[in-house]
């Protein structure tokens, strides 16, 4: 297995920061012209991977979805951090923190409109890591 790690700065506000040319640059340099399966994992404890279409407005979508379902105001329990960062660290149980994506002749067999994306809702930790790894085939 192959594996980079990459930083990502998501600033202190929520974002769903694209990641698809990213892990296409990854699997183009680890897979060459095989088929396998890409991993993208965020080891963090509040953020998240989702596969959706960007730049159409899903992804403020997404985020205002997500502050209905999920409300900073709802009065966590887990309190440490700024108001509502309890939030943060049930969202993940919602979108989870990997994604498996199948690479055929090497190349992401994504969707028309399907965009990797990293999730982050903690206003509180402005950088990340997204683990990414090549499982050939």
Same mark, same amino acid.
């Given at each position: 297995?192959?594996?980079?790690?990459?930083?990502?700065?998501?600033?202190?506000?929520?974002?769903?920061v694209d990641l698809t040319e990213e892990?296409?640059?990854?699997? #183009?340099?680890?897979?060459?012209?095989?088929?396998?399966?890409?991993?993208?994992?965020?080891?963090? #404890?509040? #953020?998240?991977?989702?596969?959706?279409?960007?730049?159409?407005?899903?992804?403020?979508?997404?985020?205002?979805?997500?502050?209905?379902?999920?409300? @900073?105001?709802?009065?966590?329990?887990?309190?440490?951090?700024?108001?509502?960062?309890?939030?943060?660290?049930?969202?993940?149980?919602?979108?989870?923190?990997?994604?498996?994506?199948?690479?055929?002749?090497? @190349?992401? #067999?994504?969707?028309?409109?399907?965009?990797?994306?990293?999730?982050?809702? *903690?206003?509180? *930790?402005?950088?990340?890591?997204? @683990?990414?790894?090549?499982?050939?085939?």
């Amino acid at each position: 297995m192959q594996s980079e790690l990459i930083e990502v700065r998501t600033g202190g506000r929520e974002v769903v920061v694209d990641l698809t040319e990213e892990c296409a640059g990854f699997v #183009a340099r680890a897979a060459g012209s095989g088929d396998g399966l890409l991993h993208v994992f965020v080891p963090h #404890a509040t #953020a998240g991977v989702a596969i959706l279409e960007t730049g159409a407005g899903s992804d403020d979508d997404l985020l205002a979805l997500l502050e209905k379902l999920v409300p @900073r105001d709802f009065g966590w329990r887990h309190r440490h951090g700024t108001p509502g960062h309890g939030r943060d660290h049930v969202m993940p149980a919602l979108i989870p923190p990997y994604a498996s994506i199948p690479v055929i002749g090497g @190349r992401l #067999a994504l969707g028309t409109w399907q965009s990797i994306c990293l999730v982050d809702t *903690n206003v509180d *930790n402005p950088e990340r890591q997204v @683990r990414l790894s090549w499982l050939a085939g």
